[in-house]
T-cell receptor, first 116, second 111 residues
């Protein structure tokens, strides 16, 4: 089973460039989310979605956009990359319960982004 | 008080020893609790859920103390392969952004 697939695994950008991190899951999960992980900060929620066509902001949404046109896909767009967005990004999905995630999140392998 | 707090460690423990660490949470209405494991440069993976009555999975025991608002993880007969960062996760409920991650406790098992 593929689970949650993220691409690319590594990316280097210059300040001001835009890019999209792709995330796909094959578990028919309604809930999907994007986190960033920085040293000493833990995992912080960027955006999340409880189903196709529905997205909402998490704790640190500025500088990022998302869309959810299908159940399977949840891309994260960096509009104009900044050095502060250098981080490891994780996409996660969950079966969902009452509009939110169950405790078990299934994570992708992560995307390491460096912004110069 | 931070929402979910963990001692970052590192905990340096000899192989075969027993190690325990706690996680405190601030929201008394929190509904569910979990321990995740994250290996170096890898994604987090669910280790175990934490039930009110406490639960055990092999060498791992998780407990919840609602009165004092903490959860604990006990690892018995530690193995080298237990070296990882252990993340405490609390679901405060109330919506899709209800999961809060602790910053993790780094465990190093030494031969």
């Amino acid at each position: 089973n593929a689970g949650v697939t993220q691409t690319p695994k590594f990316q280097v950008l210059k300040t001001g460039q835009s890019m999209t991190l792709q995330c796909a899951q094959d578990m028919n999960h309604e809930y999907m989310s994007w986190y960033r992980q920085d040293p000493g900060m833990g995992l912080r929620l960027i955006h999340y979605s409880v189903g196709a066509g529905i997205t909402d902001q998490g704790e640190v949404p500025n500088g990022y956009n998302v869309s959810r046109s299908t159940t399977e896909d949840f891309p994260l767009r960096l509009l104009s990359a900044a050095p502060s967005q250098t981080s490891v990004y994780f996409c996660a999905s969950s079966g969902g319960y009452m509009g939110g995630p169950t405790g078990e999140l299934f994570f992708g392998e992560g995307s390491r982004l460096t912004v110069l | 008080r931070k929402e979910v707090e963990q001692d970052p460690g590192p905990f340096n423990v000899p192989e075969g020893a027993t190690v325990a660490f706690n996680c405190t949470y601030s929201n008394s209405a929190s509904q569910s609790f979990f321990w995740y494991r994250q290996d170096c440069r890898k994604e987090p993976k669910l280790l175990m859920s934490v039930y009110s009555s406490g639960n055990e999975d092999g060498r791992f025991t998780a407990q919840l103390n609602r009165a004092s608002q903490y959860i604990s993880l006990l690892i018995r007969d530690s193995k080298l392969s237990d070296s990882a960062t252990y993340l405490c996760v609390v679901n405060r409920g109330g919506g899709a952004d209800g999961l809060t991650f602790g910053k993790g406790t780094h465990l190093i098992i030494q031969p």
